[in-house]
């Protein structure tokens, strides 16, 4: 698939995104969206993980909108290439941020919810990269 897309001064081509990039953007975007909104709305079990790596009573909302924000910007992404890489590279940064919280608290029994986000998130990085430097096929 072939899309045209107009700049300034010139026209170019760019690859559109295949059905696994869209189907994993969505699954991440699903999951990302989900727990950020758990952790704006501060559901008992989002607080209790974020306890248990250390995090302070204040941050989940915060935190919660940072990642709900991510999962907006993928989904963009996929229209807008820079904006996923964008999304994705900061979803990547933050829960690499997420497993390092666990490790330092040495709060291994939920490691395995950042780390799946952090999976997600860099595959959608990875997805979005490889649109953004193949060539479009005619």
């Known amino acids: 698939m072939v899309r ?18 869209i189907a994993l953007t969505i699954v991440t975007a699903a999951a990302t969206a989900g727990i ?7 559901a008992p079990f989002v607080l209790k993980f974020m306890r248990e790596a250390g995090v302070p009573d204040s941050w989940p909302q915060a ?44 709060a291994f029994r939920n490691i395995s919810f950042p780390a799946a986000y952090l999976g997600l998130s860099s595959m959608s990085l990875a997805l979005a990269a490889r649109r953004a430097t193949r060539p479009p096929t005619a």
């Open 36 to 42: 950020g909104a758990a952790a704006a709305a501060r």
């Open 4 to 21: 045209k897309v107009h700049s300034d001064l010139r026209t170019h081509m760019v690859a559109a995104p295949g059905p696994v990039d």
């Open 63 to 106: 935190l919660g909108a940072v990642k709900v924000a991510g999962a907006v910007g993928l989904l963009a992404g996929l229209r807008a290439k820079p904006l996923g890489i964008a999304a994705a590279s900061g979803l990547v940064l933050y829960f690499c941020g997420a497993v390092i919280t666990h490790v330092r608290a040495g």
